[in-house]
């Protein structure tokens, strides 16, 4: 009974829960005013676009068959710069019924978007082009789209190919540049008095790039059991006399179960093993996490038309290699639902032991817009700064690396103050 | 005044001290943060069973601790041994 629960294993990095929103560990209001001021300046405002209507295409305009499409700026259409034709097309969530069905969900459904890796698939990918018959190579490493440079046609990536680069479906960017260089701006002035010189020099939030990231969005239906130990406080009162008065507790000790089935719509996932790293240690990718969850209900179905003037990232992950990851979350989920249901432990539960059934999964790849502007750290432990924003929500999240010799210095001389008042208080 | 909250006193400064650093250091850099997926993904739970088997297995008396050893209930990241 007294064993203590084994140290933690299973992939997902970082382990911490996130605080909420706004919450720091010391109260603001205690600290000096220009460090309070940096704290409380105001956040980057996060939208909400659920309720927009979604629109999508084709690569040909259908009206004038001219390739030169593109999305229409702030919206999910497409527009042919040609004839300035705009059109609509279906969102996959209706389309392909994602929404529907996660209880019912039996074994593992995967979208032709998701399908595992060929081992040979090369990122170099020639194509014919229809208007002319030249060959033009797309690198779907980082592109998804390349202009014929005879006779100008714009080629894309459109039917999916075996090498991971052609997902299911994409949410196309609504915010734009101006405005995710704002936002940068704000999440930047308010954490100045400690960043890194040369970044403050260098800050350039013009060069903020568009890129779409792989995902995989994931339902799942899912059955999870734990048990543990749990302690209810039955008694509480104090021995001794002024300063050797201690408090003591009586509890009784009960062996907890609890049994949770659960539905999970849209979970979201890094499809690519380099971004889905999340060692704080070595990295800042937990902030390129951080800035989920999108609106994944109004992905539209696949084109390359969306991707014109945006990098790309190719997933190299397949279903079976984030199967883990899954069903770390899963239990992450789990034990978060249960925590309610044994509120009357008021000393606490410890939980020992924890079992998952998944039922069913359906895995749907996608491509969501990520705004990201980067600062590569030199020196020993330098590593590349992100700060990204939600091409979407406009949800930011970033690191700025931190003049170590300045907050040291704040942190002694606040120290120090508080030192020399308790030696006060122990003299008098 | 006793040597306990003396010393208690006296740790106070370099507490401080690091207790700011900590925290300064996580606003610059938010190597605490995440996707919060257990409240942002859309859940849908059945009620949560297993209340009526509870059992007493023993007590606890005349302890300082203020809560059970080892108590993770909030700290559903950290993965038990899986059955």
Known sequence: MTTKPPLPTGPGSPQDVPPAPGQFPIDPATLPGPIRDELQAPDPV??????KELKDGLNHCPKCGST???????????????????WTAA??????????????????????????????????RTFKCSGCGAEVVVNTENAMTARCHWCRHVLGVNEQIDNGAVPDAVLPFHIQKDDAVARIRQFVGKRQMFALKAFKQEFAPEN????YLPYMVVDANASADVAGYGEVETRRYTRGEGKDQKTYYDADVYQ???HVDFTVDDLTMESNAARGNLDTQANTNNVINAILPFDTKNAVKWNASYLMGYSSEKRDRDVEQLRPRLEDQLLSI???????????????????QEHLDVHGTRWVAMYLP???????????????HYIAVNGRTGKTMGSVPVQQWKLITAALTVGTIVEGLALWFIGR | MDNDSTLLLLAMGPASAAGLYWMLYRYYR???????????????????????????????????ATAISGNNVGDYRRRVKRV
Not at chain 1, 46 to 51: E, N, R
Not at chain 1, 68 to 86: K, N, P, S
Not at chain 1, 95 to 105: A, D, P, Q, R, V
């Open chain 1, 46 to 51: 996060a939208i909400d676009t659920a309720s």
């Open chain 2, 30 to 64: 938010n190597t605490d943060k995440s996707h919060a997926f257990e409240r942002e993904t859309a859940i849908t739970a059945q009620p949560v069973s297993g209340m009526q088997a509870d059992v007493k297995v023993s007590e606890v008396r005349g302890t300082q």
């Open chain 1, 68 to 86: 030169e499409i593109r999305q229409r700026a702030g919206t999910d259409q497409l527009v042919c710069l040609f004839c300035r034709h705009q």
């Open chain 1, 334 to 352: 789990a034990r978060a639902q249960v925590q309610s249901a044994v509120r009357g432990y008021d000393r606490g539960v410890r939980w020992e």
């Open chain 1, 370 to 384: 990520v705004w990201l502007y980067s600062y590569q750290q030199g020196g020993k432990g330098g590593m590349l």
């Open chain 1, 256 to 258: 907890v179960r609890r």
């Open chain 1, 91 to 124: 969102r996959v969530e209706e389309e392909f019924g994602l929404g529907e069905g996660i209880g019912e969900l039996k074994g593992t459904q995967v979208a032709s978007g998701a399908k595992d890796i060929s081992a040979d698939a090369a990122s170099l």
């Open chain 1, 208 to 211: 903020v790039l568009g890129v």
